[in-house]
Structures are given as structure tokens and as C-alpha cells.
């Protein structure tokens, strides 16, 4: 891999690790209860880190087609859950029926910074810089 590639694909990895480690951190730390939504993009986010590492390892460039549809599904989650939490009209989506209500909102920094929306902007980033890798 060329000098712009592998920068773009430890950039993405850098990215899905922060946010694996943030997410551990508001559930394990700040003790708070992750919803339903919250598990969801667990369960799309935390596959990246791994993947994304052992394509950078290995540089193995059309790995990049396997974590995408990840990310993308991770990005529809995401905003589906800050619409909800940030849409009063929008809320009560299947997945939050049980447990902890998906609209509640643990941090809310400058009005608009929740859990959700961090996670949104981690999913962005990662598909835009796996977009970005071109081939050799």
C-alpha cells in the first residue's frame, strides 16, 4: 500500500478503536446502562476495530469492502437513534420497548453532543476515510 492509503487505513482503525474504547467507557466507567440502540451500534462498531486491525497488519486493501457495509449500517443506526433521541415525534422505534428508553439522553454536550451522535460521527468518519483508499 502506497504512503496516503496505509495513513487512511490506520486513521479509520484509530477511529474505530476510539470509539470502542469510548463506548466501554460511558458503559464500564460512568456506569452507564447502554439501550437496545446503543447495543446495536456495540455490535456494528466493535467488528471494526478488529477487522480494520488486521488490515492494517496484514495491509490488505480490499478488506476495506468487507467493513463497509458495517459502517454504513452502523451510520442508518446511529441517526435513527439521535432522531430519536432529539425528535420527540420520532421515538419509540421497535428496539426500545424493554430496558433502558433509547430517547434518554446520558451526556449532552453544547445541545447536541449525545452518545448517539458521537457514535454517528465515528461511523462517518470510518466510511469516508475507506472511501477514500484507492488502488494501488
Known amino acids: 500500500m502506497n504512503n496516503k ?3 487512511l487505513f490506520y486513521s479509520a482503525w484509530l477511529v474505530s478503536i476510539v470509539a470502542t474504547l ?14 437496545e440502540m446503543c447495543w446495536y ?3 456494528l462498531m466493535y467488528p471494526l476495530a478488529l477487522f480494520l486491525g488486521i488490515a492494517v497488519f496484514r495491509s490488505e486493501f480490499h478488506l476495506k ?7 454504513i449500517l452502523g451510520i442508518i443506526t446511529a441517526s ?3 432522531l430519536e433521541q432529539k425528535i420527540p415525534g420520532f421515538g419509540g422505534f421497535e428496539p426500545c420497548m424493554s430496558g433502558v428508553p433509547c430517547n434518554v ?8 453532543v449525545t452518545i448517539p451522535f458521537l457514535s454517528l460521527t465515528a461511523f462517518i468518519l ?3 476515510l475507506l472511501l477514500f483508499l484507492r488502488k494501488e
Open 65 to 71: 469492502w468487507y467493513v463497509l457495509p458495517l459502517s
Open 41 to 43: 451500534q456495540r455490535i
Open 105 to 112: 439522553e446520558y451526556i449532552n454536550y453544547f445541545g447536541f
Open 126 to 128: 470510518v466510511t469516508v
Open 5 to 7: 492509503n496505509t495513513l
Open 22 to 35: 469510548g463506548s466501554l467507557y460511558f458503559s464500564e466507567i460512568r456506569e452507564f446502562i447502554p439501550c
Open 80 to 82: 435513527m437513534h439521535y
